[in-house]
Each structure stands twice: as structure tokens, then as C-alpha cells.
């Protein structure tokens, strides 16, 4: 079975991780990759100093829900890590 991904490459780093087994901890300590940061931070000050095309900023917006439900779910994390 091909499980490769077409899309943007945070997001297979996000399915692979949960993928491989997730606890709270594991959630609250992952990081994607520094590949990933660099380039939002790229697409971060492109956006802010050119223009992007629509395919990046489609991208950037992906990138962008991608960290709003990460930070959530880590909030989440750290309530479980707590009640331990």
C-alpha cells in the first residue's frame, strides 16, 4: 500500500507521528521539522515583505490551522500529564 502523501510535507511528519504511537508526553515534546520551520518562516516573511502566490499562501494557511491544532492539542497534553 502507497501511503506517500502529495501535500505539503508537515503534514506527512504529523501522520507519521501519529502514526508510530502517541502519548502525552510524546505530543507535548513533538517538533516538525526544521526543514518545516524554515520554511513557514520563509512563507512568513515573504508574505510580509513581497506577495505570495496563491498556491503559497493556500500553503502558509495550511501551515497555519496545522499550528492552531497542535498548540491545542498540547494544551490538552500537559491537562494529562497533570492528572498523572
Known amino acids: 500500500m502507497n501511503t506517500s502523501t502529495p501535500f505539503n510535507p508537515a503534514y ?8 508510530s504511537g502517541v502519548t502525552p508526553q510524546s505530543l507535548v515534546e513533538f ?3 526544521e526543514t518545516v520551520k524554515e520554511r513557514v518562516a520563509e512563507l ?3 508574505e510580509k515583505n513581497e ?5 503559497e499562501k ?3 494557511d495550511h501551515y497555519m490551522v496545522l499550528e492552531h491544532l497542535l498548540r491545542l ?12
Open 12 to 19: 506527512e511528519e504529523i501522520i507519521k507521528f501519529i502514526a
Open 31 to 33: 517538533q516538525v521539522s
Open 44 to 46: 512568513i516573511f515573504r
Open 51 to 55: 506577495t505570495l502566490s496563491t498556491e
Open 58 to 60: 493556500s500553503e502558509l
Open 73 to 84: 492539542a498540547k494544551a490538552h497534553a500537559y491537562e494529562f500529564i497533570t492528572e498523572e
